[in-house]
């Protein structure tokens, strides 16, 4: 069973504080992702990347850095949070883009005041 | 561009009757993956069926969609909706990035 994990589940930060999401996949998955999840709005890619030191960026990708230390890990960092920010953030993983499912984790709600 | 358009946000149905969810799609390539994906409240989003294939049913958990690349379609289909079918359901589309629609949120009625 494919296996996502992200860190924290909920976080709340203030206008312009500095906040790292966490996710850890452990399917040897090459691709990693990055959504937020908006009513009205649905999915939207944030940043992906296909493995260790890459990154490619998604639709969404003002205001957020992103990082893939290892090919388990995927960091989504907010260097100043602003309230638009606010949304649920979900990390995934598949094997390869395209044909193959994505996994997704649990999900982390970030709440930015 | 590659793009995907649920046009219905919010579906709300009485349990025991049919589900269709809308999803069209736009691609240039011929061999694209079409997806749903189902998220339910505190759950995670996963893969509820996927196809390639052109006229072909995939069916998965009850429901159903057929690829018709003449029109674009994928739509998601059901006889009798039950009341733990509501949910969030989303099409994509990958003819390499993943393209997801803005989802369409069922709710099923008693």
């Known amino acids: 069973e494919a296996a996502v994990t992200q860190s924290p589940r909920n976080k709340v930060t203030v206008t312009g504080g500095n906040v790292t999401l966490s996710c850890r996949q452990t399917?040897?998955?090459?691709?990693m992702y990055w959504y937020r999840q908006d009513t009205g709005h649905g999915l939207r890619l944030i940043h992906y990347s296909y493995g260790a030191g890459n990154l490619q960026i998604g639709d969404v990708p003002d205001g957020y850095k992103a990082t893939r230390t290892t090919q388990e890990d995927f960091f989504l960092l907010l260097e100043l949070a602003s309230p638009s920010q606010t949304s649920l953030y979900f990390c995934a993983s598949s094997d390869w883009t395209g044909v193959y499912e994505q996994y997704f984790g649990p999900g982390t709600r970030l709440t930015v005041l | 561009g590659d793009s995907v358009t649920q046009k219905e946000g919010l579906v709300t149905l009485t349990e025991g009757l049919p589900v269709m969810l809308n999803c069209t799609y736009q691609?240039?390539?011929?061999?694209?993956?079409l997806f749903w994906y189902v998220h339910y409240l505190n759950e995670s989003p996963r893969l509820l069926l996927k196809?390639?294939?052109?006229?072909k049913r995939t069916e998965h958990q009850g429901f159903h969609a057929t690829l018709h690349k003449s029109s674009s379609s994928f739509h998601l289909q059901k006889s009798s909706a039950q009341l733990s079918d509501s949910a969030l359901y989303y099409c994509a589309l990958s003819p390499q990035n993943f393209y997801f629609g803005k989802g369409t949120s069922l709710t099923v009625i008693p």
């Open positions: 196809s390639s294939t052109d006229n």
């Open positions: 399917n040897s998955h090459n691709y």
């Open positions: 691609t240039i390539y011929s061999n694209a993956f």
